[in-house]
């Protein structure tokens, strides 16, 4: 399974840098002089191979200079590549509250412990989404086929997360899951 490490915003300049979002923990390590990235279109399967000729931080996001991209036109194509990694190479985490994306989707998220209606299955997380404010958890609502519920992805409303149950407990403030929050077409 792939994991999405970066994605190229925009290109820099006129010598072909790029504006690098950052989607890792180890940018040091994934984007290093010399590194090979593999990389490609959103929508496209192949995936291209790219080193790294140099590498700066700007304004919170990385510039890079890639081998065979020298002028503002080629980095103007990459424009909205993400570069990958397989899960299978990731190293398992030390820390007991630290998880990778691919290991949250798909689990089934409930009520947390200690609520009157603990155990209530709430739906399933369909993706984890890096917001400027943190992490938010986009969950599919049990029983539905479309719609999310947005989860902030803090202990204090994501008490539990046991990966190798499968399963999530929230204990989310009154009103995060109201089925017409957020929804203008209710009329009152």
Do not use: W
Request: glycine share 10%; charged share 30%; aromatic share 4%.
């Amino acid at each position: 399974m792939e994991l999405v490490v970066g994605r190229v915003v925009k290109s820099h300049g006129i010598r072909g840098e790029l504006v690098v979002e950052v989607r890792t923990d180890e940018p040091e390590e994934r984007f290093a002089v010399g590194a090979e990235l593999r990389g490609r279109k959103p929508r496209e399967k192949t995936l291209r191979t790219f080193v790294v000729e140099a590498v700066r931080e700007h304004s919170g996001r990385l510039l890079l200079r890639l081998r065979d991209v020298a002028d503002r036109n080629t980095a103007d194509d990459m424009r909205g590549t993400v570069f990958v990694i397989d899960t299978a190479d990731l190293t398992p985490s030390d820390d007991p509250d630290e998880f990778y994306d691919h290991e949250l989707e798909g689990l089934a998220v409930r009520m947390a412990a200690g609520r009157p209606d603990a155990g209530t299955p709430v739906g399933t997380v369909i993706e984890v989404l890096h917001s400027a404010a943190g992490e938010l958890l986009s969950v599919r609502p049990e029983g539905k086929n479309s719609g999310e519920i947005l989860v902030p992805f803090v202990t204090a409303i994501v008490p539990s997360v046991a990966v190798a149950e499968g399963v999530i407990e929230i204990d989310p403030p009154e009103g995060l899951l109201d089925p017409g929050f957020g929804d203008s077409s209710d009329e009152e």
